[in-house]
């Protein structure tokens, strides 16, 4: 048994103001995947991914019946035979492992199910974001539902609110394009939740809340809509802004390791480093006007190009 693969998630723009109602926007990343299988001789992987499915298993007979249906019986029966999720997306790198694993079960399993092939409405996709969000809880504590939404849809996730998210085009790919959005290895692992928590202890702080309405929440609508608009120059300008505030006031969400990388980029305008994800490690989200020389500084680091435009 295989089913079919569900893809990892960049969250381009908005990572922590989606949580105040920013506007964000998500895409696919379709180099790492990962999808349902059964082997009659688990690996070691295998099986602790199994492990971990039969606690999730027991956690979604408590999901609001209201908001979703699964069939049980199928479910316990195929994990007692030991499925697990084969994926080769990493865990704690900010591109939504938990969200691909989130999407194949509501896809297997989910009766009545919202399906891609069906008109998309606002109303469905809130549904789709609601359930998610009860179902990724599982993993991080509190999750907004995007991760495996987009791993789910497989296209761009526009949210320009809590309320309010859309499917939307980006603007097309150009191989030989010199400007890039790329993805840097910290090498560190990073958890979620903890650095979840600092947010929130942080906006307990009415100067970090005024801080994040109007330098971080202000920078990133405007890099969204630069971006889906394709106005370059604009969106190098703001992202740079962005860049600057996440490491003014965001410090503990980025690697020690990285401060003066990330200061280094914001003064020589070679790129600009932003989080992907919750930060603490895992990937580093960067932008670049002209990606051969950013990957010549950058060269004792991994590099991945997601994006050429």
Known sequence: MKGPLFYSKILLFGEYGIIKDSKGLSIPYNFYNGALKMDDNPSDEAMKSNKKLKQFVAYLQDVDVDL??????????????G???DSSIPQGY??????????????KYAQNKITVLENLTREKLLKLKAIFSDMESFFHGKSSGLDPLNSYLSIPILIN?????????????KNEGKNAVFLLDSGIIGETAPMVRIFMENMKQEGFRSMLKDQFIKHTDACVDDFLKGDIKSL???TKKLSKVVLNHFK??????????????IET?????KLCGSGGGGYILGFTEDIEKAKQT????????????
């Open 68 to 81: 979703v249906v699964f069939d049980f019986k199928k479910l316990q029966n195929d994990v007692n035979s």
């Open 83 to 85: 499925m697990y999720f």
């Open 94 to 107: 900010g591109v939504g492992s938990s969200g691909a694993l989130v999407a194949a079960i509501y896809d």
């Open 161 to 173: 609110s809590k309320d309010n998210i859309e499917a939307t085009g980006i603007p097309s790919q």
């Open 236 to 238: 190098f300008g703001n």
């Open 252 to 265: 503990p969400m980025i690697p020690k390791q990285f401060h003066e990388l990330w200061r280094k980029g």
């Open 269 to 273: 305008n070679e790129y600009y480093l």
């Open 298 to 309: 950058l060269k004792d680091y991994k590099l991945e190009v997601v994006y050429n435009f």
